[in-house]
């Protein structure tokens, strides 16, 4: 598992990684089932507190991404969960907002914004595993 | 329940009228690690000191492991690994017999297996005296006694200070390994900002016996924006609410200040603009220059 931390970045570590592993599961680098590494060695791993990792883990099995198997380990859950489109889009908005505020803040116009979602979103829905695509 | 490994409450001290401490109030959670931060000389060897019972505050009082300093010290050292900053073994003795001679005061909790084994980790040498080990070989012999007897509380005043990257790494990875076990606490003095960034779940920040910050390193991060931009005159500061840095850097300036909320960070950036700001660039809020803006600029303006 290749993660990447940015100590200049305002976000937290925490986010970075919880961030970085939801990014995988949705491209299906990280398929179902797959074992993340224990919070000891991923903290000796990206030489961080313990306690960053094991709350990034707890993060991660809230929003259902993992799975804590007592005594196994934490492991990526099966993506299967289809949410009602209201809620899907409820649960998009605070996101939608962060990006519409960093994109005022530098300037970019409406039309840059939607051009520039839709090439990304076309990209990204194109590298997606197809057995994540079908959900 | 969560209690507090390390507690002061409005901790003084002064030498030769000189304070060294000012009303130091700190609380150090179990379980956490926490990145002391200052210069040299801004008080953070005196409050180790206190929290081992060896220097006695002039007023104010601090609870380690829910302990006394002053009146148990000794229980103290029994449960917390401490690091020096230069190790204060007896250069004639050698390795094996400085193990020996610690190992007579925990005699219920040193571990001869834990030891060996860090020994051979840290490949220290067992029968070379003290006077002939290198820095790196003396540092990582002060983390194994320190970590011999299992503490529930490890304190590290700048341990690597001045030594190399290798012995750096060992000493991240042995907090590392303590803290993956059960209610254990870290304490520690750094000048090494990358390190307490990566490692701290709190970092302080003490600049002449004064707590500037207490605050999780998350937190910090969020509530400081630091901004570079061009002006035509010199910024007027007082129009800039929250400032903490302002500083010129060639043809830029390089503002910094606290925002604890989005409106507040807008009203900084409209303050800028106000000022006819161009060129504005948010920028980065890692902890070295967070710590730089706050300590620099209380010694230059």
Known sequence: ????????????????????????????????????????EMALTLRINPNTVARAYRELEHDGVVVKQQGRGVFVADQTVTLPATERRSQLNP????????????????????????????????????RARKR | MTENAIETFELEH?????????????????????????????????????????????????????????????AIR????????????DPQMSVVET????????????????????????????QPRITNLSGGHKARLSLVCALAFEPE????????????????????????????QEERTVFFCSHLLNEVELLADRVAILEHGRLLIDSSVDALKQSLCRVTAR?????????IPGLIACRQLGEHWQVAAWVDSESERDTFLEALASQGATEVRVGEADLESIFVDLVGSRNHG
């Open chain 2, 14 to 74: 002064a030498f030769d009228q000189e304070p060294v401490l000012r009303r130091l109030s700190i609380a150090v959670p179990q379980g956490s690690v926490y990145g002391l931060l200052g210069r040299n000389g801004s008080g953070k060897t005196s409050l180790i000191k206190m929290l081992l019972g060896v220097l006695r505050p002039q007023a104010g009082r601090c609870r380690v492991l829910g302990l006394d300093p002053r009146d148990d010290a000794v």
């Open chain 2, 153 to 180: 509380l490890l304190i590290l005043d700048e341990p690597t200070a001045g030594l190399d990257a290798v012995v750096r790494r060992d000493f991240i990875e042995a907090i590392i390994e303590f803290m993956t």
């Open chain 1, 1 to 40: 598992m290749n993660l990447k931390l940015d100590t200049t970045s305002p976000q937290a570590i925490y986010l970075q990684i919880v961030e970085q592993v939801r990014l995988q599961v949705a491209r299906g680098e990280l398929e179902a089932g797959c074992k993340l590494p224990s919070v000891r």
């Open chain 1, 95 to 130: 996101h939608l907002d962060a990006l519409l505020v960093a994109a005022w803040r530098i300037g970019v116009t409406p039309d840059e914004l939607v051009q520039q979602l839709g090439d990304r979103a076309q990209e990204f829905f194109a590298q997606k595993s197809p």
């Open chain 2, 99 to 126: 193990l020996r001679f610690l190992r007579s005061f925990y005699p219920s909790t040193w571990r001869d297996d834990v030891v060996e084994q860090l020994l051979d980790h840290f490949e220290v040498p067992r």
């Open chain 2, 78 to 89: 029994s449960r917390v690994g401490y690091v020096p900053q230069e190790c204060d073994f």
């Open chain 2, 231 to 239: 002006f035509r005159a010199a910024p007027i500061r007082s129009r």
